[in-house]
Structure formats: C-alpha cells, structure tokens
C-alpha cells in the first residue's frame, strides 16, 4: 500500500475563513511534507516534518501552520489566506528523511481556491 | 540558471510513437534521479527512479542518466492516449540541500492523440 490520503479533495474559502487541510498514510514512513504547486508550475516545498518534529520552514507565511499529531498524520491549518494562496496543496510522505535516496508518495491534493 | 532544466513543451505526438522526455542540471551532487507522472488536478505518481548513471527499463517505460553531461532521459514506447499528463523529473542526493528535499523540473506536458 503506497496510498498516501488527503482530504478534502476540493476547498472554497474566504479571506476570513478558518480551514485544515488533512493528509493520512499508513506505510510507516516517518517524514511527512506539504508542498504547495501552482498551475503548469512544479510543486514548492513549503514544510518537512521528519519523526513528528517540524525539521524546516521555508519562509512559509504564518497564515500556514502545520500540525503533526501523530506519525500518520499531517495536518495544515489555514487562516487569512489572500487570492494567490489558491493552488494545489499536496502532501507526500518518504521511509526515512535521513536517506539520500528517498523516494517521495504523493497525496491527491487537495485544490484550494479563495475567494 | 535554474538547478534544473526541463522543456514545459506541450508535446504531442500519435499513438504509437516513440517519446522522449530529457532534463538537465547543474548540480553534479546529485545521485538520485526520477520521473513522476502527473494527471490534472491530481499529485504526482512516482514512476521512474534511477541511482546514478546507467539505464532502467519498467515495460515501455526507460530512464537513462548520464551524469558526465547532466542529462536524465525517460523514453516512452508504444505510446497510448493514457500516458497524456505531465511528466516532472526530479532530482536529490545533494547532502547540503534541506532533508528530504527533491528538486523538480518544470515539467513537460504530453498529449498521446488517438
């Protein structure tokens, strides 16, 4: 099982508007990311979460706030985000960050507009 | 001058055809190579991973890399209207980048018509 789930699939929201983005794997990997891609663009890394601990910040916006429960799950909260935040967020997961040779699965993503 | 270099395309070619998608890159640390495949609106699937230089075949699929002149390849045979998306090479293996970090191509976007 490579499937690493992300929900929603599709989110609408308003400048003011308070929303999470939600990302689950279950392969025991123990580095999550959050990469954010605009369109006919490459995905952007914006957060590495490397054995639940924060290991990066990509001068990343506060109006992003990742959250890692547990080794499962990731979230990324959102709030006040402004129009050219729309894109699509995908998460992915890898084994081991501390590998070289890491391969990254990605999520679905999920398609963020506002408003 | 970007890590690395991929030509957006769009390309569009036959059923049948042979296709060939190429990056360059600048870094010469870099040791592990890959190709993602990538439907609209959808993320990425891993498709192609390759260490270092040399070839790697998965059905109509090849990867290639050569590292003397900084150039990874991905040839598709037999072409079909499903392998239309857009295909990102990506790189890592440089132990000063950031944990885990892969560095994209812009990507190339494919359409295989009928």
């Known amino acids: 099982d490579t499937e690493v789930t992300q929900t929603p699939k599709h989110l609408v929201m308003g400048m003011t508007n308070k929303k999470s983005l939600k990302c689950e794997q279950h392969?025991?990997?123990?580095?999550m990311y959050w990469y954010k891609q605009k369109a006919k663009k490459p995905p952007e890394l914006m957060f590495v979460?490397?054995?639940?601990?924060?290991?990066i910040n990509e001068s990343v916006p506060s109006r992003f706030s990742p959250e890692c429960p547990n080794s499962s799950l990731l979230n990324l909260h959102l709030h006040a985000l402004q129009p050219e935040d729309s894109a699509l967020y995908l998460c992915?997961?890898?084994?081991?960050?501390?590998?070289?040779?890491?391969?990254?699965?990605f999520g679905s993503g999920t398609q963020l507009s506002v408003l | 001058q970007k890590e690395v270099e991929q030509d957006p395309g769009p390309l569009s070619v036959p059923e049948g055809a042979i296709v060939s998608l190429n990056c360059t890159y600048s870094?010469?640390?870099?040791?592990?190579f890959m190709w993602y495949r990538q439907y609209s609106r959808k993320g990425p699937e891993l498709l192609m991973y390759?260490?270092?230089?040399g070839n790697k075949e998965d059905g109509r699929f090849t990867a290639q890399v050569d590292k003397s002149s900084k150039y990874i390849s991905l040839f598709i045979r037999d072409s079909q209207p499903s392998d239309s998306a857009t295909y990102l090479c990506?790189?890592?293996?440089?132990?000063?980048?950031?944990?885990?970090?892969?560095?994209f191509g812009r990507g190339t976007q494919l359409t295989v018509w009928p």
């Open positions: 870094n010469s640390a870099f040791q592990y």
């Open positions: 390759t260490y270092s230089s």
């Open positions: 392969m025991g990997h123990r580095a």
């Open positions: 992915a997961s890898s084994q081991d960050p501390l590998l070289l040779n890491e391969k990254l699965f």
């Open positions: 979460y490397s054995y639940e601990k924060l290991s």
């Open positions: 990506a790189m890592s293996g440089d132990r000063g980048s950031t944990l885990g970090r892969l560095y």
